[in-house]
């Protein structure tokens, strides 16, 4: 039964352009969600994270939505560079009596920005 | 200097041998983590540490052990190796949080990893 579930194995878009990345969950436990990139030869690196108490955490480029009705969340990418050209990971954790130990990570998603 | 290092980077070896990976943090956490990555699959938890001597199975623990010698070190051991297990394999360290902490300290910090194939 697969929690994290990122429905695109890969997206193609325009440098300059917003990038979309999307990403379902089926545990209404999940309280606290993360993305990260992970380039080929590397380890993921963490790149941005929401808590269930707001539906919006923006970092620069990166901006992170939580719909928690619709149990779904996505990364705004923009503009995008041909520098976040990596695979994207959807991660999310749930509140364990404050021992939140365990990520469960969707499959990723490649995404590719094309100068 | 990484924060998270992972040795070997690439190993290849054959069906029934034993094998070590080795990971060191010098971020200081107390939590540390390993996960394995196979094509399509995303990064599944193998074992966990929440501190040094505590050890605790992920959801795929089956032919792996692992020893957390200091804080700084936790080492994932496969008794005798199978083709399936052939993967890449990701070490990460987290924080404790703290009493009434937000829960940005359980974001988790990966190593470059370790691909390894067995024969």
């Known amino acids: 039964d697969q929690q994290v579930k990122q429905n695109s194995p890969s997206l193609s878009v325009q440098e300059g352009r917003i990038s979309i990345l999307n990403c379902d969950y089926t545990?209404?436990?999940?309280?606290?969600f993360l993305w990260y990139k992970k380039y080929p030869a590397e380890g993921p690196t963490f790149l941005i994270s929401?808590?269930?108490?707001?539906d919006k955490n923006e970092d620069g480029r990166f901006t992170v939505f939580l719909n928690k009705s619709a149990k779904h969340l996505s990364l705004h990418i923009v503009p995008s560079q041909p520098g976040d050209s990596a695979v994207y990971f959807c991660?999310?954790?749930?509140?364990?009596?404050?021992?939140?130990?365990?990520?469960?990570f969707g499959k990723g998603t490649l995404l590719t920005v094309n100068p | 200097d990484a924060d998270v290092t992972q040795t070997p980077r690439n190993r290849i070896t054959k069906t029934g041998k034993r094998i070590m990976l080795e990971c060191s943090q010098t971020?200081?956490?107390?939590?540390m983590y390993w996960y394995r990555q196979d094509p399509g699959l995303g990064l599944r938890l193998i074992y966990y540490?929440?501190?040094?001597?505590?050890?605790n199975k992920g959801e795929i623990s089956d032919g792996y052990s692992v020893s957390r010698q200091a804080q700084a070190k936790f080492s994932l051991s496969l008794e005798s190796a199978i083709p399936n297990q052939t993967a890449l394999y990701f070490c990460?360290?987290?924080?404790?949080?703290?009493?009434?902490?937000?829960?940005?300290?359980?974001?988790?910090?990966f190593g470059p990893g370790t691909r390894l194939t067995v024969l």
């Open positions: 990460a360290t987290s924080d404790h949080p703290g009493t009434g902490t937000l829960l940005s300290t359980d974001t988790q910090y």
């Open positions: 545990n209404s436990m999940f309280d606290y």
């Open positions: 929401i808590s269930s108490i707001k």
């Open positions: 991660a999310a954790s749930a509140d364990s009596g404050g021992s939140n130990y365990k990520l469960t």
């Open positions: 971020k200081g956490h107390d939590r």
């Open positions: 540490s929440f501190d040094v001597k505590d050890i």
